[in-house]
């Protein structure tokens, strides 16, 4: 499939972390991170699995939200025009949403909702950079909700961006958008390209060594 053109339980609260200057990072700076391995510019997805329960209620609330139709894969062509585009939607949402649980904020221990009071925890800031992209004309199969593991375990989610230069991450822990393959998280599922309401499992097919020193 080719790719598309872009040119112009428990919470999973995790406070963002600031990096001035980062819209001064180029694709150039990024794309140098790159693996040897062209196998390895993208997380490898194998069976379905259940979607997290936060989707499934959040759908349920919103269900307009959630209510699309199976669509073609579609990856991102990663532009100068594209990578200024997602950092300065990324930085803006770590910049303007402030942390808060989902026990602190709506008095439950998991809750996916957009963030339009100005505080959330991961999922939050998932949703609406994801429809933050769309607006800005990203297509919705090129953006995939994703459930991480950190390295003491905890649940994590971030937002992968599909693109013909891999798989990039969207982290609220982060300011920085990094190659999955530079972070340290164990990646464990998220949603599917053709359907947003399904959801398959992720592998880790770095190199044990790479892997290691990640984490």
């Given amino acids: 499939m080719a790719p598309t053109r ?5 919470s999973m609260f995790k406070p963002h972390r600031t990096i001035l200057g980062l819209a001064s990072v180029t694709l150039a700076a990024a ?3 790159f693996p040897a391995s062209a196998a390895q510019l993208y997380v490898t ?3 379905a ?3 997290p329960i936060g989707w499934v209620e959040f759908c349920a609330e919103q269900p307009k939200e959630c209510r699309t139709a199976p669509s073609m894969p579609r990856d991102v062509v990663l532009s100068a025009a594209a990578w200024k585009d997602l950092v300065r939607i990324n930085n803006w949402v770590n910049e303007h949403i402030k942390p808060m649980t989902d026990l602190e904020h709506h008095g439950v221990i998991e809750k996916w909702s957009y963030p339009d009071d100005g505080y959330g925890d991961c999922e939050d800031y998932v949703l609406l950079k994801r429809r933050m992209l769309v607006a800005a004309g990203w297509p919705r199969e090129a953006l995939l909700i994703t459930v991480v593991r950190e390295p003491n ?3 994590h989610a971030v937002l992968t961006v599909k693109t ?4 990039f991450i969207l982290d609220n822990q982060n300011a920085a958008v990094l190659h999955w393959s530079e972070t340290a998280y164990r990646f464990v599922k998220r949603q599917s390209q053709s359907d947003p309401n399904r959801w398959v499992s992720l592998g880790d097919n770095r190199p044990a060594t790479a892997t290691a020193s990640s984490r």
Avoid at 6 to 10: A, S
Avoid at 164 to 167: A, K, Q, V
């Fill in 31 to 33: 794309c140098a991170i």
């Fill in 49 to 51: 699995t259940r979607p």
């Fill in 164 to 167: 013909d230069r891999g798989d």
């Fill in 153 to 155: 375990g905890d649940g």
């Fill in 6 to 10: 872009r040119d112009g339980g428990h």
């Fill in 45 to 47: 997805t194998s069976e």
